[in-house]
Structure formats: structure tokens, C-alpha cells
């Protein structure tokens, strides 16, 4: 059964940078599949931040876009998520997530599953 | 304001059915397979649906999704209690070239 856990740091301050780590097991990161990350404000919906490839090729949602950064390390099949210049805005729940591309005609076909457990993360002043 | 437009929430009695809509454009739906998530109070997103349709294995028949030009549907039948949760739909949008899901449906048991 495939797993995904999130792991970092709960608590970070205002114009620092956020870092979070997806350990994958039961699935190498080197298949056909993309490796996701979505957020959620406490008490809102879901929000796509981005996903990255086994060859380092990743997507980005436009209105994140100049403060993420997402890479992927294959030897410890794991892949992580850098925010940037973070506010109080980027509190919320982190969750990593397996895009299922690999038998979808188009990547725009894919889903995500399975989903981490989430972590918290909170931006204090 | 997302892209993909679902009811705030919806109540409805156990064992009645009840359907989720989920309308989006040409540029989300129209053009991609829609899937649907259910996400019960503190835990993750579960998959309910992929491929507009698709039930996976593990996922009670009662639930099913449709898709029609720019608006796609989840369907649950047979309510429970325990089907009590927010409901969000997902697909990409070729537009704004990111994945865009639904605001998300708060299903009420009563």
C-alpha cells in the first residue's frame, strides 16, 4: 500500500521560508507518475501548489509561482517544497500527493491519490 | 472565487440520494476528466472518483459521478451518517495551466 508522509517544521516566521518533505514508500518516485503539493487554510478549500517529475520537470500554480520551489530526490525517494516570503496568508494544512498519471491519456486526466495525513504549518508574526 | 462552482452545502436524510454539481468551461470540464474527493472532519482527502466515472476499488457503489459539457455530478445514494464530510471536485484547466478544484460541499446527514 503506498504512503505518502509529510514532515518539517509546524511553526515558521513571517518572511522566512517554509521547507517540507514528502517520503514516499511502497512506490518509487521514478515512475510515470507526478508528485504533488496542496494546501488548505484552516476552515477553506483545497489549493494546488505544484507538482514535480522523477526528472526534475515541475509545475507550478501561476499565483505561487515566484515563491515555490519543488525538487525531488530519487535516491531517497522522497521529493520537498520550498514557499518563500511567507505570510500569515500561507498558514495552513500541507498535504503531499501522488498525481496518477500514468495510465491517464493525458496528464490532464490524472488524479491525485493517495494523499499524506497533512501537516500543520503556522505563520506567526 | 475557484474556477469550479459547487454548492456551499446541501442536508438531505438518510437514505435519500443526493447529487453534487460541480459547473465549470470549456477550458476545465469541457476538456478534462473531472475527479471527486471526499474529506471527512480532520483527515485528509480521500479519492471518490477519477475519470468523470471511474469508482475505485475500496469505494462504495453508492457513490457515482457523471459528466456532461462543462458541469459534472457526484451522486450519493443510500445516505448514511457516516457520509457526512465536504466534498470537493478537481480537474485541470488549460487556461490558467494549473489544477483547479471546486470550493468544496458540506454534506449534512440530518
Known amino acids: 500500500q503506498v504512503q505518502l508522509q509529510e514532515s518539517g517544521p509546524g511553526l515558521v516566521k513571517s518572511s522566512g521560508t517554509l521547507s517540507l518533505t514528502c517520503g514516499v514508500s511502497d512506490d518509487p518516485i521514478a515512475s510515470l507518475n507526478w508528485w504533488s503539493w496542496v494546501r488548505q487554510p484552516p476552515g477553506k478549500g483545497l489549493e494546488w501548489i505544484g507538482e514535480i517529475f522523477h526528472d526534475g520537470r515541475a509545475r507550478y500554480n501561476p499565483s505561487l509561482k515566484s515563491r515555490v520551489s519543488i525538487k525531488v530526490d530519487k535516491y531517497k525517494n522522497e521529493f520537498s517544497l520550498k514557499l518563500s516570503s511567507v505570510t500569515a496568508a500561507d498558514t495552513a494544512v500541507y498535504y503531499c500527493?501522488?498525481?496518477?498519471?500514468?495510465?491517464?491519456?493525458?496528464?490532464?486526466?490524472?488524479?491525485?491519490?493517495?494523499w499524506g495525513q497533512g501537516i500543520l504549518v503556522t505563520v506567526s508574526s | 472565487q475557484s474556477l469550479l462552482t459547487q454548492p456551499p452545502s446541501m442536508s438531505a436524510a438518510p437514505r435519500q440520494r443526493v447529487t453534487i454539481s460541480c459547473s465549470g468551461s470549456?477550458?476545465?470540464?469541457?476538456?478534462?476528466?473531472v475527479s471527486w474527493y471526499q474529506q471527512l472532519p480532520g483527515k485528509a482527502p480521500k479519492r471518490l472518483i477519477y475519470?468523470?466515472?471511474l469508482v475505485p476499488s475500496g469505494v462504495s457503489a453508492r457513490f457515482s459521478g457523471s459528466k456532461s459539457g462543462t458541469s459534472a455530478s457526484l451522486a450519493i445514494s443510500g445516505l448514511q451518517f457516516e457520509d457526512e464530510a465536504d466534498y470537493y471536485c478537481?480537474?485541470?484547466?488549460?487556461?490558467?495551466?494549473?489544477?483547479?478544484f471546486g470550493g468544496g460541499t458540506k454534506l449534512t446527514v440530518l
Open positions: 475519470y468523470d466515472d
Open positions: 500527493a501522488r498525481l496518477n498519471a500514468a495510465i491517464a491519456v493525458k496528464l490532464g486526466d490524472a488524479w491525485f491519490d493517495p
Open positions: 478537481a480537474t485541470w484547466d488549460d487556461s490558467l495551466s494549473a489544477w483547479v
Open positions: 470549456s477550458s476545465n470540464i469541457g476538456n478534462n476528466a
